[in-house]
């Protein structure tokens, strides 16, 4: 792996990935909306910044070109498939072979095996309907861009994550490639561990097609696994 794109770096998870990739030496460029180009100042002499949105089919094809590997924010930001034209447009234009790592909720499911508790589904449909509401995301969009992904023969990997905090590195979370499994009893993951996953699942070739669902290692189930694997 030498040169990463970031499609929506400049958002908390987006600033964890930019990080975690210069810690590994890698070449970075990042997307952001214009609005946002400032947040990422700091990091002007360190990385690219493209401005554009991430559904822009032109502004994505000119990030992403020349890269081994693309890490995707994949937010149902607004009402007019931003999530979807986000992961049509990494799809269609990521380089032969480079590695596709895209982040999303537990919501989502490839081959509906999750077990999702009744309190967890009738939270996602209210949240669902009251984003809707207002105009402000679509979380059912973000379901129909993985659909692409999960459709696409491309090295993809979908990065399904719980709750996220705040604070120190508890480590490499774990996963499992169905909600429901006991290692995912505590539904906790620092923010900084969740990009850290991410990050390396670019060079993990058993994640390659797969949609693990991940749990930081700081709660007890997943301290067991990691004890255990």
């Known amino acids: 792996m030498r040169k990463v794109c970031i499609i929506g770096g400049s958002g908390k998870l987006g600033r964890y990935l930019i990080a975690h990739c210069l810690e590994r030496g890698y070449d970075v460029t990042a997307v952001c909306r214009p609005e946002s180009v400032g947040k990422l100042a700091d990091l002007a002499d360190r990385i690219a910044v493209v401005p554009g949105r991430t559904d822009d089919r032109e502004v994505v094809a000119r990030a992403v070109t020349g890269c081994d590997g693309v890490l995707v924010v994949l937010v149902p930001f607004g009402v007019r498939g931003y999530s979807s034209g986000t992961a049509r ?77 705040e604070g120190p590195s508890e480590g ?29 699942a670019l060079t993990d070739d058993d994640l390659v097609h797969e949609a693990p669902a991940i749990v930081g290692r700081g709660t007890p189930s997943a301290r067991a696994h990691a004890e255990a694997a």
């Open 172 to 200: 490499l979370p774990v996963w499992a490639r169905h909600v429901g499994d006991p290692v995912l009893a505590s539904n906790l993951t620092m923010r900084t561990d969740y990009a850290l996953f991410m990050v390396a």
């Open 89 to 165: 447009a990494v799809l269609d234009h990521a380089e032969p072979g480079a590695r596709l790592v895209f982040s999303c909720g537990w919501h989502i499911t490839r081959d509906g095996r999750d077990r999702y508790t009744r309190r967890f589904r009738l939270m996602v449909r209210a949240m669902t309907v009251a984003a809707r509401a207002i105009r402000f995301a679509d979380i059912d969009d973000q379901v129909r861009a993985c659909e692409l992904i999960f459709a696409s023969d491309a090295a993809w990997t979908v990065v399904r994550g719980s709750d996220l905090a």
